[in-house]
């Protein structure tokens, strides 16, 4: 006897790659079901800065990045989900970095995508705190947004729990069989359901679900080390910044003339080189600020090596260079943390097909809350053979 799946869609896995195949299956009128093994989503959902920014994804990851600010905006006028348009800058600290930012620009420029080059005297004025010994010069990205993703998240899934999501948390998956009309989900507390077709977001879960197919990937899981001042007060970041690192490791800036063959001019400690640190900052709503960050990577079989310390050096080596760079009223910290994201290093984000209706989609490393809403658009079209709208 053939019977009908429950649902179009199964998704396992509620962090953001996971949510937004939901929310847009919903948008086309799917019946959607989302599987969280927590309570709320604990991965690299939560654990991250909360910037939206396409200005530093290469052209084809922009395109997506720019389809998610729309939707983050969207949804936002609907739902507050912690939206604030405040917009992200780079600082170039040296002439190499400040060409960089003018090759971006007119990039930018020719791809309507709308930037401001900010003068030296622009850059002091704007952003209190910033060292003139530091700075050269700016390049600053209106359109782009920031949340407070341990916020985001859970009201996102309340925000489509509203308009249809069925969603299971404390719920482990740990079997996806196919049947002669779709798939039935197996989840630990004996809970059985069944779909048409499932999308699996596992994050950095390797273990629980086909993990030979994982063993024997090229995925890699990377260690981010992260820290939140106290609160500042009365002083406020006008917007995300990001420094001479992420000049020369983004992909956008990757794509300038000038960036082939370029050397850092830098100088970074062993500690620095060591651990990929960039210096990045975000205020919170509170006022505090979020620092960061560095980045240890092993592969999938070796995950467990990266262990659950903090490593003080590199958060002391990281408050040591952004005090070179802004001079905020205080640098006490309050609380520290490290998050786990997985990417694959011979594609952009890990797909895999299992008897046609099982699909894996995972490993979109630190293009994730940027470059989500975007993608899950386009992959939700593909895999149900919709037209795009």
């Known amino acids: 006897?053939?019977?009908?799946?429950?649902?179009?869609?199964?998704?396992?896995?509620?962090?953001?790659?996971?949510?937004?195949?939901?929310?847009?299956a919903l948008e086309r009128g799917l019946k959607v079901a989302l599987i969280e093994r927590d309570n709320t989503p604990q991965g690299a959902t939560i654990s991250n800065f909360g910037q939206i920014v396409p200005s530093g994804m290469n052209s084809k990851w922009q395109l997506f990045g720019r389809e998610s600010l729309r939707v983050y905006?969207?949804?936002?006028?609907?739902?507050?989900?912690?939206?604030?348009?405040?917009?992200?800058?780079?600082?170039?600290?040296?002439?190499?970095?400040?060409?960089?930012?003018?090759?971006?620009?007119?990039?930018?420029?020719?791809?309507?995508?709308?930037?401001?080059?900010?003068?030296?005297?622009?850059?002091?004025?704007?952003?209190?705190?910033?060292?003139?010994?530091?700075?050269?010069?700016?390049?600053?990205?209106?359109?782009?947004?920031?949340?407070?993703?341990?916020?985001?998240?859970?009201?996102?899934h309340k925000y489509l729990k509203a308009v249809g999501l069925v969603l299971f948390s404390n719920c482990t998956v740990i079997d996806c069989m196919a049947l002669s009309n779709g798939i039935e989900v197996q989840c630990s507390n004996n809970k059985s359901l069944s779909a048409a077709k499932v999308i699996i977001c596992n994050g950095t879960d390797f273990k629980t679900l086909y993990p030979k197919l994982f063993r024997e990937s090229d995925l890699v899981v990377s260690k981010l080390q992260m820290m939140q001042t106290k609160s500042q007060q009365k002083y406020r970041l006008p917007s995300s910044i990001f420094t001479g690192r992420a000049i020369r490791s983004y992909g956008a800036f990757q794509e300038c003339p000038s960036y082939t063959g370029m050397k850092s001019g830098?100088?970074?400690?062993?500690?620095?080189?060591?651990?990929?640190?960039?210096?990045?900052?975000?205020?919170?709503?509170?006022?505090?600020?979020?620092?960061?960050?560095?980045?240890?990577?092993?592969?999938?079989?070796?995950?467990?090596?990266?262990?659950?310390?903090?490593?003080?050096?590199?958060?002391?080596?990281?408050?040591?260079?952004?005090?070179?760079?802004i001079d905020l009223p205080t640098y006490e910290i309050q609380r520290r943390w490290y998050g786990l994201f997985s990417h694959c290093k011979s594609a952009d984000v890990y797909q895999a097909t299992i008897d046609d209706n099982i699909h894996i989609v995972t490993g979109i490393g630190r293009k994730g809350l940027t470059g989500s809403a975007g993608f899950a658009k386009a992959n939700i079209h593909q895999i149900f053979n919709l037209r795009h709208v």
């Open 1 to 24: 006897m053939t019977i009908q799946p429950q649902y179009d869609l199964i998704v396992v896995g509620g962090g953001v790659l996971g949510t937004f195949h939901a929310y847009h």
């Open 73 to 156: 905006k969207e949804i936002q006028q609907q739902f507050d989900i912690s939206v604030r348009q405040e917009g992200s800058v780079y600082f170039a600290s040296n002439p190499k970095e400040e060409q960089l930012l003018v090759e971006l620009h007119q990039i930018n420029k020719d791809n309507d995508y709308p930037s401001v080059l900010l003068t030296k005297k622009k850059c002091l004025n704007s952003y209190p705190g910033l060292r003139k010994d530091y700075v050269t010069s700016g390049l600053f990205f209106p359109e782009e947004i920031m949340v407070e993703p341990r916020v985001m998240i859970n009201r996102l």
């Open 266 to 325: 830098e100088k970074f400690s062993s500690v620095g080189k060591k651990c990929g640190v960039q210096i990045i900052f975000k205020q919170s709503v509170d006022g505090s600020i979020i620092l960061g960050e560095s980045q240890q990577s092993v592969y999938v079989s070796k995950i467990d090596t990266l262990g659950t310390d903090l490593d003080m050096d590199v958060d002391n080596y990281i408050q040591q260079e952004a005090k070179r760079i």
